[in-house]
């Protein structure tokens, strides 16, 4: 008797994972009071948001991400 392989479900529309714009992560990980990356300087939802944003969304956050590191 076989068994079938059991049913996975559907991948995400877009990885976590993306040859063009890699995660800013330095797995620091710790936020400050306005909710900001202290390794990254991504605000907490974009972290959220980064597994289901397409290439230009993350290179928005990684803009904004830029900007706050520069200010900091």
């Known amino acids: 008797m076989t068994q079938t392989a059991p049913v996975r479900p559907p ?3 877009y ?3 993306s ?6 992560c330095t797995s620091v ?3 400050d009071e ?3 990356c202290l ?3 991504r605000h907490v939802e974009d972290i959220r948001e980064w597994r289901s944003a ?3 969304r993350r290179r928005v956050i990684v803009a904004q991400a830029a ?6």
């Open 11 to 13: 991948k995400p529309l």
């Open 15 to 17: 990885s976590n994972v």
């Open 19 to 24: 040859p063009a714009v890699p995660s800013p």
């Open 29 to 31: 990980c710790k936020l």
């Open 34 to 36: 306005d909710k900001v």
């Open 39 to 41: 390794g990254c300087f």
């Open 54 to 56: 397409d290439d230009a």
């Open 67 to 72: 900007q706050r590191k520069a200010s900091a």
